[in-house]
């Protein structure tokens, strides 16, 4: 199982509601990733968990709340978010810094 | 990690090999190429990495100059399904956790 799943799909959120991503992944990765990605654009690290403990935060804003509550899962809680916040996120995994697997994408819009 | 430069965009026809270019001037001697792509509004796939000798697998070639300073992602027979945005990132290999930083890429589109 070469996988990693991302739910939902698509995700209209309003800008008072509070929502969550899910990534999922059974590879025994222990490096998991969350990318944004605005369209035209190349995707931005926004953090990396390194063996379940989050060990790379881009400068993201405290809207963005990342959880990894296993080695398989890596969770991103959104609250009070702008509409200048919708966009592709990305979820991704790796075996320590080698090659990394992608999801397909929560494409979010916030309303 | 090393910083990469790659032409935005590029054709090929379809069934010729496209040749994607990747300069790293500044890489360093424990640093990998490694090349990814990404179809319209599909998560990034990875296609192939290396240290210094040439590579190839299923999907693609790369080649490495000697000195390790430039970079080509060869498809040997481009099809349609192949056009996409093609990513040259350089990063040390193994290790703990680090950043996976994407540049601006290269559009290739494969034309009829």
């Known amino acids: 199982d070469t996988e990693v799943t991302q739910t939902p799909k698509h995700l209209v959120m309003g800008m008072t509601n509070k929502k969550s991503l899910k990534c999922e992944q059974h590879m025994g990765h222990r490096a998991m990733y969350w990318y944004k990605q605005k369209a035209k654009k190349p995707p931005e690290l926004m953090f990396v968990y390194s063996y379940e403990k989050l060990s790379i935060n881009e400068s993201v804003p405290s809207r963005f709340s990342p959880e990894c509550p296993n080695s398989s899962l890596l969770n991103l809680h959104l609250h009070a978010l702008q509409p200048e916040d919708s966009a592709l996120y990305l979820c991704?995994?790796?075996?320590?810094?080698?090659?990394?697997?992608f999801g397909q994408g929560t494409r979010l819009t916030v309303v | 990690d090393a910083k990469t430069t790659q032409p935005p965009s590029m054709d090929c026809a379809e069934g010729r090999a496209a040749n994607l270019p990747c300069n790293h001037s500044?890489?360093?001697?424990?640093?990998?190429v490694y090349w990814y792509r990404q179809i319209h509004s599909q998560g990034p796939q990875y296609i192939i990495h290396g240290l210094k000798n040439n590579e190839t697998n299923e999907m693609a070639s790369l080649i490495i100059t000697e000195d390790r300073k430039s970079s080509t992602l060869i498809l040997p027979h481009a099809t349609l399904r192949d056009t996409a945005v093609y990513y040259c990132i350089v990063r040390v290999g193994y290790g703990s956790a680090r950043q996976l930083t994407f540049g601006s890429g290269t559009q290739l589109t494969v034309l009829p």
């Open positions: 500044t890489i360093s001697g424990n640093e990998y």
């Open positions: 991704a995994s790796s075996q320590d810094a080698g090659i990394a697997f």
